[in-house]
């Protein structure tokens, strides 16, 4: 009996490390197959791909499909992007270490991992309260420390942490927010899905250089749209 309650937790943890070796291969997979296989070359955004735990940033129900090629639902009516678009969105975006980012539209927090894996601190804001706060709680039990949450409407950046290496609008809206476009750092680079926020956008990127602005268009993609808190 002694022994058997000896073996109950190495069995339990046994089962754990089963578990994680089994989403770490699917992890593997998703960026070879998904990721690495259409074109993203940057290392450090195939690094970050591969580490960070995306079926932890799903709801349970949906963690066996976590690693699978689309979006999913996160609750309160949004959505985690599919895998080869935050891995798109982060590679034209040009993370590297020293750098400092926004990102609006926290939601599960995914996107926020994926950078936090590369530069150094990454601000995020969230307009869901229940989000915002969920996904806070959800980075700081996974240990990132270099992420820094806010709810509240991201239409107006973060003046008092500007100017931004990187800014990441993980929402849908038909123009990019003035706002934002004054927060950009010289040398900095703003990646959004601007067009119908109902049907498709198409994936923008904004480059500041010597104060001047200038604009990339991209693929055509599908994001929620950006809301605004009346
Ligand atoms: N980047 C997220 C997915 C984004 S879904 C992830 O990795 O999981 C888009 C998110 O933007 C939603 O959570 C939505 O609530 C949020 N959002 C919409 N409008 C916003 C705004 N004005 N400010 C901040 N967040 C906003």
Redesign the pocket.
Known sequence: MKNFLLILPLLALLALSQEDSRYLQARNRMVNSQIAARGITDPATLRAMERVPRHL?VPASFASEAYSDRPLP?G??????QPFI?AYMTELARPAKGKKAL????????????LAEIVDTVY?????PE?ARE?EARLKMLGYRNIVNRY????SGWPERAPFDII?V??AADHIPEPLKKQLAEGGRLVMPVGDPATVQQLIVLTKRKGKITEQRLEPVR???????K
């Open positions: 940033f996160i309160y009516s949004q959505t985690i992007s935050v990102e609006i539209g926290t939601g599960s927090g995914y996107q926020a991992a994926v995020t804001i969230e307009i869901v989000l996904s509240g409407d991201g239409y990441i993980t929402a994001f929620v749209p950006l809301r605004r808190l």
